[in-house]
């Protein structure tokens, strides 16, 4: 699947828009995930990660 950057901005755009506390919440999730991801040898489970942290402005 192709996954135009229109599309990615987009949903940056709605995660920008959550309500304080849920997005805490997701950024937390984000936080851990992207140390798990760290951890296996799956280099798509980093870019995945990656993305998802970019998504939510997670440096």
Same mark, same amino acid.
């Given at each position: 699947i192709v996954m135009n950057g229109w599309m990615l901005r987009l949903i940056a755009l709605i995660l920008a828009a959550l309500s304080g506390p849920l997005k805490e919440e997701?950024?937390? /999730? &984000?936080?851990?995930?992207?140390?798990?991801?760290?951890?296996?040898?799956?280099?798509?489970?980093? /870019? &995945?990660?990656d993305i998802i942290c970019w998504l939510l402005g997670i440096p």
């Amino acid at each position: 699947i192709v996954m135009n950057g229109w599309m990615l901005r987009l949903i940056a755009l709605i995660l920008a828009a959550l309500s304080g506390p849920l997005k805490e919440e997701l950024i937390k /999730f &984000a936080k851990t995930f992207r140390e798990q991801a760290r951890q296996t040898k799956n280099p798509y489970d980093d /870019f &995945a990660a990656d993305i998802i942290c970019w998504l939510l402005g997670i440096p």
